[in-house]
């Protein structure tokens, strides 16, 4: 059975985590000086290796033969971690697992010492979905965790997580991970399964993300059954995108008030099979980057998607104002809001 990628390239060293040198320094000192804390919260976006960093920091506390903080990775207990067949680290699921008597069952169990490895690790995914009985169950262990109890919490939601659960943890924020860092991974993931991949393929990957390595790696999967090469062409007619000649085409009609032009190009478009949630998403990224260029033309370049040439973005600015602007990106995100409350998003 094919296994996915974000799976297969899951990091297993910290020095493989892209995108948070920031936090895994940290954490490498913390276990070289054995330093480590009791309670960890990871937060962050989707896809930005809160979990990853979780597991190969249950293995680094527990390893044998550690490497400068590093787990070895060939050690009985790294083994029996990465099988999944060790009771002493648990992966709970908070959104399913969400209800006091989990809580209360974890607490009465983590108490015991570990049956195998020097310390029992429980990473608690999704930790904002707790209910506030379980949250409350919770604060009690942590308040006084025994020594051989580590907790690693992470969240998408921080602001959810109660005061009384963030001051008893170190805090991490994990960063959407630059788009050039992602399509590097991608090109060196590519290379490693035989994907014939190009640099433009792997920006245009990149930029969809969004932040999310595990995004861009699904992505990368997706269009890898495609017989020849992962260009940005391919790519684009493969996810039913329109691409940013067509993109801004569309939007130099719209800004020229062209709706006959307008309509005809948008009917071709869907009859072609793109996904009109994904082009109105290009259509507002172009908006945006109109936009950036209107408002600070000069030191704005950095904040741009890179989707669109300098020419195109020359020729569009000057076809309509910053306030013009701001309405239309407005009315596209009340579409796709619209789109999605009306169930036709995917």
């Given at each position: 059975m094919h296994l996915?990628?974000?799976?297969s390239?899951r ?6 985590i892209i ?9 490498q000192?913390q276990?070289e000086t054995?330093?480590?804390?009791q ?6 976006t989707r896809?930005t290796g809160?979990?990853?960093?979780a597991?190969i920091l ?5 390893c ?6 590093d787990?070895c990775g ?9 099988e ?5 680290v648990?992966?709970i699921?908070?959104?399913?697992n969400?209800?006091?008597?989990n809580?209360?069952?974890?607490r009465e169990?983590a108490v015991y ?6 310390k029992?690790v429980y990473?608690i995914?999704?930790?904002h979905?707790l ?5 409350n169950a919770?604060l009690?262990?942590?308040e006084?965790p ?5 907790f690693i ?5 921080l602001?959810?997580?109660p005061?009384?659960?963030l001051?008893r ?6 960063k959407?991970?630059?788009p050039?860092?992602?399509a590097r991974?991608l090109l060196?993931?590519?290379?490693e399964?035989n994907?014939?991949?190009t640099?433009?393929g792997a920006d245009?990957l990149?930029r ?14 997706q269009c890898?059954?495609f ?7 391919a790519?684009l007619?493969l996810l ?5 000649v067509q993109?801004?085409?569309l939007?130099e009609?719209?800004l020229r ?5 307008t309509l005809l190009?948008?009917?071709k478009?869907?009859?072609d099979?793109k ?7 290009e259509?507002s990224d172009l ?8 408002s ?9 998607t890179?989707l669109?040439d ?20 407005d009315t596209?995100a009340?579409?796709?809001?619209a789109?999605a409350s009306n169930?036709s998003?995917?």
């Amino acid at each position: 059975m094919h296994l996915a990628l974000y799976r297969s390239e899951r990091p297993e060293r910290f020095n493989e985590i892209i995108g948070q040198k920031h936090i895994v320094r940290i954490l490498q000192h913390q276990l070289e000086t054995d330093n480590v804390s009791q309670a960890y919260l990871f937060t962050g976006t989707r896809g930005t290796g809160k979990t990853s960093c979780a597991k190969i920091l249950a293995k680094a506390v527990n390893c044998e033969n550690p490497n400068h903080g590093d787990p070895c990775g060939v050690c009985p207990s790294c083994r029996a971690i990465d099988e999944g067949s060790c009771m002493d680290v648990l992966e709970i699921d908070a959104a399913s697992n969400n209800g006091v008597d989990n809580v209360r069952a974890l607490r009465e169990e983590a108490v015991y010492t570990p049956s195998v490895l020097k310390k029992r690790v429980y990473i608690i995914d999704e930790v904002h979905m707790l209910s506030t009985p379980a949250f409350n169950a919770l604060l009690k262990i942590l308040e006084e965790p025994p020594e051989h109890l580590v907790f690693i919490l992470a969240t998408t939601e921080l602001h959810k997580v109660p005061a009384t659960i963030l001051s008893r943890c170190q805090r991490y924020s994990f960063k959407r991970i630059l788009p050039q860092d992602i399509a590097r991974q991608l090109l060196h993931i590519a290379g490693e399964e035989n994907i014939d991949l190009t640099p433009d393929g792997a920006d245009i990957l990149a930029r969809m993300a969004n932040g999310a390595m595990r995004d861009a790696l699904s992505l990368l999967d997706q269009c890898r059954s495609f017989e020849g090469v992962l260009n940005a062409p391919a790519i684009l007619e493969l996810l039913g995108l329109a691409g940013g000649v067509q993109a801004a085409q569309l939007m130099e009609f719209i800004l020229r008030r062209n709706t006959q032009d307008t309509l005809l190009l948008f009917d071709k478009l869907y009859r072609d099979g793109k996904d009109i949630a994904a082009l109105l998403r290009e259509l507002s990224d172009l908006g945006r980057d109109l936009l950036i260029r209107c408002s600070a033309p000069q030191g704005g370049s950095a904040l741009l998607t890179g989707l669109y040439d300098e020419m195109a973005l020359e020729n569009l600015s000057v076809l309509a104002s910053g306030q013009r602007l701001l309405f239309m990106l407005d009315t596209l995100a009340q579409t796709l809001a619209a789109l999605a409350s009306n169930g036709s998003l995917r």
